[in-house]
């Protein structure tokens, strides 16, 4: 699942990170993503087995130009819709952790069944 979210997200030209995979001596890039997968549960169960899984992500974005973390927010909730990922927050600011970057925080479900 967290290639699928990869390539979903690399499709906007930056490149995505897993949350916390940059130490305090990487420079970071001018745009990036970033994500964490906080919950995976297996639901709807039949028989005594579950027959889907859910996946909970929160990703990132972060900029040095906080206009670009607002579009780029907007166009990548669209793209993970069309890719039938669930959005339950839409965004809310996000500490970078360096006064160069601004980022955005969005909370994401997919859920797919359990072949």
Do not use: C
């Not at 699928?4 to 970071?28: N, R, W």
């Not at 780029?72 to 160069?100: C, H, Q, Y």
Request: net charge negative; proline share 3%; charged share 25%.
């Amino acid at each position: 699942m967290k290639e699928k979210l990869i390539e979903i997200l690399e499709t906007m030209g930056y490149p995505a990170y897993l949350q916390g995979s940059m130490s305090e001596y990487d420079e970071y890039p001018e745009s990036f993503f970033t994500f964490w997968n906080f919950d995976t549960e297996e639901i709807r169960h039949y028989n005594n087995k579950a027959t889907f899984i859910s996946y909970g992500f929160w990703v990132y974005f972060y900029s040095v130009n906080p206009a670009l973390v607002e579009n780029v927010m907007k166009e990548i909730v669209a793209k993970l819709k069309e890719n039938r990922f669930l959005i339950t927050v839409a965004g809310m600011d996000a500490d970078s952790g360096t006064k160069t970057h601004t980022g955005k925080m969005i909370e994401i479900y997919y859920t797919e069944e359990i072949k």
